[in-house]
């Protein structure tokens, strides 16, 4: 069973820092490019950041020189460091895990965390 495990959201001041964490099992975590997206009251989910599975990192351009992601693939782990967080960052955080198969894209989702900038 696969399970994508998302911790670390929290309520901070604008201008604060938080790291997410999302945990994986049931999946070969290596072979699997990892995302990070985030739904705000009333908005489409969006894609924040992504990591391929050998390493390479993309960023949307609301975050880009603010937000690192990185993976861990002994511990299985995807991070999310979030520094100099504002208002707008507010919103329900979740974990990706993506992969081709044949024709389809096969993917996996967390259940997600709660992340409140306060201004």
């Known amino acids: 069973q696969v399970q994508l495990v998302e911790s670390g959201g929290g309520l901070v001041q604008a201008g604060g820092s938080l790291r997410l964490s999302c945990a994986a099992s049931g999946i070969i975590f290596s072979s699997y490019a990892m995302g990070w997206y985030r739904q705000a009251v009333g908005k489409q989910r969006e894609l924040v950041a992504d990591i391929t599975s050998d390493g390479n990192p993309n960023y949307a351009d609301s975050v880009k020189g603010r937000f690192t992601i990185s993976r861990d693939n002994a511990k299985k782990t995807v991070y999310l460091q979030m520094n100099s967080l504002k208002p707008e960052d507010t919103a329900v955080y979740y974990c990706?895990?993506?992969?081709?198969?044949?024709?389809?894209?096969?993917?996996?989702w967390g259940q997600g965390t709660q992340v409140t900038v306060s201004s």
């Open positions: 990706n895990a993506k992969r081709p198969y044949r024709s389809f894209t096969v993917d996996y």
